[in-house]
């Protein structure tokens, strides 16, 4: 496969056109990348759940209550919650909202570790960003709390559960994990 170096200005011109743009909110008219005005929606409750896999060797998860840097599972979940409240730092087009809850819950699997992510909020937005971005990073730090273990460590199937609230109403993933 051939890699494509993008620069600037190659990017710029690169406008979203066609149907396609009148499907992403996140383009106006132009093709130009804005923040959606919710400023005419309702406010309602709405709730979202993530999920992500860690996949490791047997011998990697067996060490996982004795690393030396200290419970990993712990640490990943304050870290998945604090990033959850950073989530709108992170995306540039998410909109800040007001977090009621967020839940990070991990499980030991025979081959790795998953992870659930919730996310709650009364607001005019969704909250699926900030539930996707808790067990992304979540992941992330069972990774670098494990990698003098496992280099080979695999972050993968980080998914969109279900959500509720909002225009677009119920959606739930048809195939869990």
Same mark, same amino acid.
């Given at each position: ?6 620069? $600037? ?10 149907? $396609? ?27 979202? +759940? ?8 047997? +011998? ?6 004795? $690393?030396?840097?200290? $419970? ?55 909250? +699926? ?31 969109? +559960? ?16």
């Amino acid at each position: 496969m051939q890699k494509q170096k993008l620069t $600037n200005k190659k990017v710029a011109s690169k406008q979203v056109s066609g149907a $396609n743009a009148e499907k992403l909110s996140h383009y106006d008219a132009a093709g130009r990348a804005v923040m959606v005005d919710v400023s005419p929606k309702v406010e309602s409750a709405r709730t979202a +759940e993530a999920s992500a896999f860690v996949a490791m060797r047997p +011998e990697v998860l067996r060490a996982l209550p004795r $690393n030396q840097k200290g $419970n990993p599972f712990e640490v990943a979940r304050v870290a998945g919650i604090l990033a959850a409240k950073r989530t709108s730092d992170l995306i540039p087009m998410c909109h800040p909202i007001p977090l009621s809850h967020i839940d990070v819950e991990l499980t030991q699997c025979d081959d790795g570790v998953a992870i659930r992510a919730s996310a709650r909020t009364q607001a005019v937005t969704g909250v +699926e960003m900030e539930a996707m971005t808790a067990a992304s990073v979540t992941a992330l730090t069972i990774y670098d709390m494990c990698k003098a273990l496992d280099k080979g460590i695999t972050i993968r199937e980080i998914v969109l +559960e279900r959500k509720t609230g909002g225009k677009s109403g119920e959606y739930r993933r048809s195939t869990p994990r």
